[in-house]
């Protein structure tokens, strides 16, 4: 997930997992007065649940992925070569397949060393080392690395107030990720408070002068993991060295810092690279009798390179292919298309989701709603729709289906649900994605314990589930749902 893109859209309310509030559906009794489907619809879509809890392929496949390829980000061999493996997979189910070509960025990671050598107390001949990370994008040290204090502040506010002293710097920002909220359902929120210094704060300390930025790593659990991700640089600014501290180590140095100057030796030797061919995977599952409308079910391909990508989204991807998996193991096909995508390089930049956008630019009423899970490994809570009131009401055949597995969450939203499908809600599309408990995805996310053992296969079936019925709903319904733009 890569939420330099998503920060403005995906963590606005504190009530919900994703997005701002519209509405939540009303009781059952009064939704599904208006929006009952026929018995063989609701058998229909009872057996797609049962079937995608039982199913051990989506599991299979993400065990594949990971144990076999492991990390992918963008550029890298383990891209094509995932890329490959799903779309032999999706072959294999009878979907008809095609690989999209995308221009994706290439940036590679270097060497990673941060080493306190002279604070507040130290004694002689002494130094710390440190557990640091280089955020993608992130600028380059000498091949010798750097020496300079570190300015610890708080908040951008605090940048700008001791802007005398960040020239020939390295600042750090040290906004704590706030766990009470996750722990309490709102873990979104908690990643969008902090992510804000991950992704911008470098810009804004070089553009004072700073030598390097660091950023507290945004995630919640204290288990001395530096977290990556993006940095973004404004287009005539040089990238300056950019990395991610542990919590634990940022704490020490703001403590240190209090009684005193700390200087830090910082080493980091990323490089960008020239733009690498890549491609989105698509997988269409034929519609009975209007092939040309789809619903997309998708999910990211790419992961940043410190784990093996299982949570971040590799559980995504996997659960959208296993819409097509079901499918074809009961023999359905709605009237509409579903048109599974596994996404390149939403990490980094989206290049991906531009590519598809622009190829049905010109088409798009035939993209009837669009589906995305990114949001970890853990189980379905129900469904998030950017829709109108109206249409959240028809979607209680939904929530009936998925009642025995607890999944009877529906809520609405005004905002993009998914960084890959966002150009398509911008644009009108209706967009979903599975409402996933978050409460432990940031403990491992973006670091090198973004591992398989992570993943509950019960709550990986779940999300399958979830799309599975949804997609399958909507694209049996007799009409489309209205366009809903998501709002800006």
């Known amino acids: 997930m890569n939420a330099s893109r998503r920060a403005p859209a995906m963590f606005a309310a504190p009530l919900l997992l994703l997005g701002t509030l519209l509405c939540v559906l009303p009781s059952p009794a009064t939704a599904a007065a208006s929006a009952a489907p026929a018995g063989d619809a ?102 010798e690395g750097l020496s300079a204090r570190v300015i610890v502040v708080q908040d951008f506010d605090e940048l700008q107030r001791r802007a005398s002293e960040v020239p020939g710097s390295i600042v750090l920002f ?33 553009a004072l002068g700073a030598r390097a930025a660091l950023v507290r790593s945004v995630g919640g659990a204290n288990y001395r993991l530096p977290h990556t991700g993006v940095t973004v640089f404004k287009s005539a600014q040089s990238a300056i060295p950019a990395g991610a501290l542990s919590a634990e180590d940022a704490d020490l140095i703001a403590r240190l810092a209090a009684h005193g100057p700390v200087t830090m030796k910082l080493l980091l030797t990323p490089a960008t690279l020239p733009d690498a061919d890549s491609n989105n995977v698509i997988a269409d599952w034929p519609g009975r009798d209007k092939p ?5 079910v998708s999910g990211h391909l790419d992961s940043w390179d410190l784990g093996t990508g299982a949570t971040d989204d590799g559980v995504g991807t996997m659960a959208a292919a296993g819409v097509i998996a079901v499918l074809r193991q009961l023999d359905l096909h709605p009237h509409r298309t579903i048109r599974f995508i596994a996404w390149s390089s939403e990490e980094n930049g989206g290049a991906g989701s531009r590519a598809y956008f622009e190829s049905v630019r010109d088409r ?58 966002g150009p398509l809600q911008g644009a009108g599309v209706p967009g979903f994605a599975p409402r996933v408990d978050g409460r432990h995805y940031f403990d491992y996310h973006h670091t090198a314990a973004d591992t398989l053992d992570k993943v509950d296969p019960q709550n990986l079936n779940s999300q399958v589930a979830t799309m599975a019925v949804l997609a399958y709903f909507l694209a049996d319904l007799p009409d489309p749902l209205p366009r809903f733009k998501a709002a800006d």
């Open 42 to 143: 609701a058998a229909t879509l009872a057996r797609i649940r049962s079937t995608a809890m039982a199913s051990p392929w989506a599991m299979q496949q993400l065990t594949t992925l990971t144990d076999t390829i492991g990390p992918r980000i963008s550029g890298s061999p383990q891209l094509d070569a995932a890329i490959e493996q799903v779309a032999a997979a999706m072959r294999a189910l009878g979907a008809q397949v095609q690989l999209q070509p995308a221009k994706v960025p290439h940036w590679v990671r270097g060497a990673e060393q941060a080493e306190l050598t002279d604070y507040p107390g130290r004694p002689a001949g002494l130094s710390q080392r440190l557990h640091v990370t280089a955020l993608g994008f992130s600028g380059a040290t000498a091949p």
């Open 174 to 206: 040290d906004e704590p990720f706030e766990q009470h909220l996750a722990d309490n359902g709102d873990a979104f929120e908690a990643y969008g408070h902090a992510v804000q210094y991950r992704s911008g704060g470098a810009a804004k300390a070089a």
């Open 292 to 296: 040309g409308e789809v619903v997309i």
């Open 364 to 421: 798009l009423d035939t993209q009837v709603a669009a589906i995305e899970s990114d949001a970890g490994a853990g189980r379905s809570l129900g469904v998030n729709a950017a829709v109108d009131r109206r249409s959240l009401a028809s979607l209680q055949p939904v929530v009936d289906a998925l009642a025995p597995i607890g999944a009877t969450a529906l809520a609405g939203f005004d905002r993009e649900l998914g960084a890959d499908i």
